[in-house]
């Protein structure tokens, strides 16, 4: 009767002989040395992007096209040039004196807006300026943001 009591089972052990432990490290190596090589020689990892064929020779108008890529290549490194001197003259405080004036800047205003363009706000336009007409939009935008912000609230 002392021996129909279950005891527990003993758990198995984890032990195994050191050759057999080199030889799963030596298969797992390998295989991993096989998947690096057949992922190298995959195609998928690459990108594909392709190179740009260009004009070719029998286009009709080749020189001509051309012609406009470098025009308008140009005309973007002379813009990207203007924008530099713009920004240092404005950095260093010389925008009426030295090299850029006011009047060649680029000003994106509207027609819709030129009754609020007034630099005293006494009604008379300063159109030969459009700096001084930029800067009145600006002096009344931000008022009329100011006085929004002063209203009390409801």
Known sequence: ???????????NSKR?????RHKIQKASAAKQ???????????????????????????????KVLEEIEETRMRKKEEQLK????????????????????ANMPVDVEDGD??????????????SNPMAALLATARKAAEKGYQKRRRPYL
């Open 1 to 11: 009767m002392a021996n129909a009591i279950n005891k527990p089972k003993r758990p």
């Open 33 to 63: 040395r096989k998947e690096k090589k057949l992922g190298k020689k995959n195609p998928e990892w690459r990108s594909k992007l392709k190179k740009d064929p260009g004009i070719p020779n029998l286009y009709p108008f080749k020189e």
């Open 114 to 127: 030129v009754d609020d363009m007034n630099v005293d706000g006494d009604g008379e336009l300063d159109e």
């Open 16 to 20: 195994q002989p050191v050759r057999l």
């Open 83 to 102: 924008r530099r001197e713009m920004a240092k003259a404005a950095k260093s405080g010389v925008l009426g004196q030295g090299g850029v004036d006011a």
